[in-house]
């Protein structure tokens, strides 16, 4: 059996994100379970804010590159973070981009086993802003695992290389990352 392609990416352009870290967190263990793991960085992408005008022009070379990826993966690791309740504006642009789909290709989040998380320095740890993303990937497709992780007080559970410190919350990231990982697997055989 061949190990799942897994793209990871967070829903920040911010270059000390604490949901990169805890993304980053995710891919690492998605690979320790025998995944192949591709961190994508929205920041990387440099995507102008989705608008049919620019799409006729040609397709942005960094919303091809994220189509083209996730076409090319069997599952998401996704993390969010929280602004007003809601999802990100770099998040739900990548979102736009990559969900438009050109003739004859196949959408490129159809079928995309997806698991979510969010972090934050406050108290629900970015939990409200994840069943807005739960609702948009559904709805183009992909397939959200029914686990999801918002971790609370994120700035006292990461190590100054941005690594997990946290005995419980890293075995929850590495539970819902392993869990990904057999969903994607089982779908891939």
Known sequence: MTAPKIIALAGSLRKESFNQKLINEA?????ESGAEVEVIKLS????PLFDEDIEAQGTPAGAQLLKDK?????GILLASPE???SITAPLKNAIDWASR???GAVPAFRN???ALYASSPGGLGGLRGLNHVRDILSGIGSLVLADQLAVPAIHTKLDEQGRISDAD???????LAQQLVSVASKLNK
């Not at 891919?27 to 690979?31: E, I, K, S, T, V």
């Not at 996730?70 to 069997?74: E, G, M, Q, Y």
């Open 27 to 31: 891919a690492r263990f998605a690979l």
């Open 44 to 47: 990387d992408l440099n995507l």
């Open 70 to 74: 996730l076409r090319a993966a069997d």
């Open 83 to 85: 602004y007003n309740g």
């Open 101 to 103: 789909t050109e003739q």
């Open 112 to 114: 995309k086993v997806t």
């Open 169 to 175: 919350t890293a075995d929850k990231v590495a539970s």
